[in-house]
C-alpha cells in the first residue's frame, strides 16, 4: 500500500535502488505488484535482464556455478580464464555487489593493454568495500590504467585496502607519477608491490618524497605510516634514486616499512644501505 502511494518516478527510484545484477529477484518481485509500476519499470526490466544475463556469463567463464556464488565469495583467484577488458569492465561495475570479496587476484594477459583501465572505469564509490587485498600480475596498466586506478581510488573505490600489487604491469614513471599521490592517501595500505615495471627514480620520488612547489606547506603527516613491506625489485631505480629514498626514510618516511625489496635493479643494495644512515629497528634491505 505504501508503494502503491508513491509517484511513479519515486517507484522508479526504489525499483532502481534494488536492482541487483547478481541477485535481480526483489527487483523483479516489486516490479510485479501492479500494472502500474510494471510498466514503468519495463525498460529497467529489459536491462537489469540482460546485465544478470551478462554476468552469469561471466560467473560460467571463470568457472564459477552461479551469480550467487560470486556475489558470496570472499576470495577470487582468476588466473588465465581469457577474460577480454570488455568483461574486466563488467567486473569493475559488480564491484558494488560484491560485499563480501576480500581478496581479488587477476592475471588476465589476455585482456589486452586497456583490461586494467576498464576494470578500473567501472569501479565507483565504494566498490568493493571488503577488499584489502588486491594483486593484479602480468597486466598492463600503463599510464591510462594507472589514472584510472587512481580515480577509482580516489573517488572511494577498495576503502579497506591494506595490500596492493601492481606487478610487471608497464608502469612506468609517468604512470606512477599519476598514481602515487592516490597511494599515500590509503589509510591502510601495508603491503605495496610494484616488482618488474619500467619506472625508476622519478616514480619512486613521485612516492615516497614528492617534490614540493616554492612556498607550498609541507605534506600532511600520517602519509604511509603502516606501510610493512615496499617491493621496487627489478625496477630501473638508480643508485641516486636508492639515496633519495634512504634521506627520505632518514627524515622519517615510511616509518613501519620492515622490509624492502631492490632485488635485481640498476641500483645496488650496498649503494642504500651506505645512505641510510639512521638505524631503522627491524628494516630488511633485500
Not at 544475463?53 to 568457472?63: M, P, Q, S, Y
Request: with cysteine; charged share 15%.
Amino acid at each position: 500500500m505504501a508503494l502503491a502511494a508513491l509517484s511513479g518516478d519515486e517507484q522508479g527510484i526504489v525499483f532502481t535502488q534494488l536492482c541487483n545484477v547478481l541477485d535481480p529477484r526483489l527487483a523483479v518481485a516489486l516490479s510485479s505488484i501492479n500494472n502500474e509500476l510494471r510498466m514503468a519499470t519495463q525498460e529497467g526490466r529489459q536491462q537489469l535482464r540482460a546485465d544478470h544475463e551478462a554476468a552469469a556469463a561471466l560467473c560460467l567463464k571463470v568457472g564459477l556455478r552461479s551469480c550467487m556464488a560470486l556475489r558470496e565469495a570472499k576470495e577470487v583467484y582468476w588466473y588465465n580464464k581469457g577474460l577480454t577488458a570488455d568483461e574486466l569492465a563488467l567486473l569493475g561495475t559488480l564491484g558494488s555487489v560484491l560485499p563480501a570479496l576480500e581478496t581479488l587476484v587477476l592475471v588476465e594477459p589476455a585482456a589486452g593493454p586497456d583490461g586494467v583501465q576498464r576494470l578500473a572505469e567501472g569501479l565507483g564509490a565504494g566498490a568493493l568495500p571488503a577488499v584489502t587485498m588486491l594483486q593484479i600480475i602480468g597486466m598492463h596498466a600503463g599510464d591510462a590504467g594507472a589514472s584510472e586506478l587512481a580515480a577509482a581510488l580516489g573517488r572511494g573505490a577498495l576503502p579497506r585496502l591494506e595490500r596492493l600489487s601492481l606487478y610487471n604491469a608497464a608502469i612506468g614513471d609517468a604512470a606512477l607519477v599519476a598514481l602515487a599521490p592516490t597511494l599515500r592517501r590509503l589509510p591502510a595500505l601495508e603491503h605495496l608491490s610494484l616488482s618488474c615495471n619500467p619506472f625508476g627514480d622519478e616514480g619512486l620520488a613521485a612516492l615516497v618524497a614528492p617534490p614540493l612547489p616554492a612556498g607550498a606547506p609541507p605534506p600532511p603527516a600520517g602519509v604511509l605510516t603502516k606501510l610493512k613491506l615496499l617491493s621496487l625489485s627489478r625496477t630501473q631505480i638508480t643508485d641516486a634514486g636508492c639515496a633519495a629514498l634512504a634521506a627520505a626514510l632518514n627524515s622519517g618516511a615510511l616509518p613501519a616499512l620492515e622490509h624492502l625489496f631492490l632485488e635485481r635493479a640498476p641500483s645496488s643494495v650496498a649503494a642504500f644501505a651506505s645512505a641510510l644512515s639512521v638505524w631503522r629497528p627491524g628494516l630488511k634491505v633485500l
